[in-house]
């Protein structure tokens, strides 16, 4: 089993920025690619970027690219998303998520590639 919990939620002003970690313990987090997914109401979860857990490769959503940053730090298991530019359509509940991917330098992109997911952490943004 893999917990996981999100944190750095919040409201911010279109144009500014936020940080969301995403802190995982249980089995190591080696083997395990990461995501970040988001839900706003009314809508399906949808994908926002992965790392592989050599954090070789990303990937992002078309529409995040270029504001978002996804990383991850294995040594203390943790991963983040550096928001940048944040636009209204931004605002969402945020869910990290782990998969189970022994080749280091691969990343999924759908929910269902997806083992383990966290609570998740609202992102509120006011233009």
């Known amino acids: 089993q893999v917990q996981l919990v999100e944190s750095g939620g919040g409201l911010v002003q279109a144009g500014g920025s936020l940080r969301l970690s995403c802190a995982a313990s249980?089995?190591?987090?080696?083997?395990?690619?990461m995501g970040w997914f988001r839900q706003a109401p009314g809508k399906e979860r949808e994908f926002v970027a992965a790392?592989?857990?050599?954090?070789?490769?990303?990937y992002y959503a078309d529409s995040v690219k270029g504001r978002f940053i996804i990383s991850r730090d294995n040594a203390k298991n943790t991963m983040n998303l550096q928001m940048n530019s944040l636009k209204p359509e931004d605002k969402a509940d945020y869910y990290c998520?782990?998969?189970?991917?022994?080749?280091?330098?691969?990343?999924?992109?759908?929910?269902?590639?997806?083992?383990?997911w966290g609570q998740g952490t609202k992102v509120t943004v006011s233009s």
């Open positions: 998520a782990a998969a189970f991917l022994p080749n280091g330098f691969r990343v999924v992109t759908t929910v269902d590639d997806y083992d383990y």
């Open positions: 249980g089995r190591t987090f080696i083997s395990y690619g």
């Open positions: 790392i592989s857990w050599s954090r070789t490769n990303t």
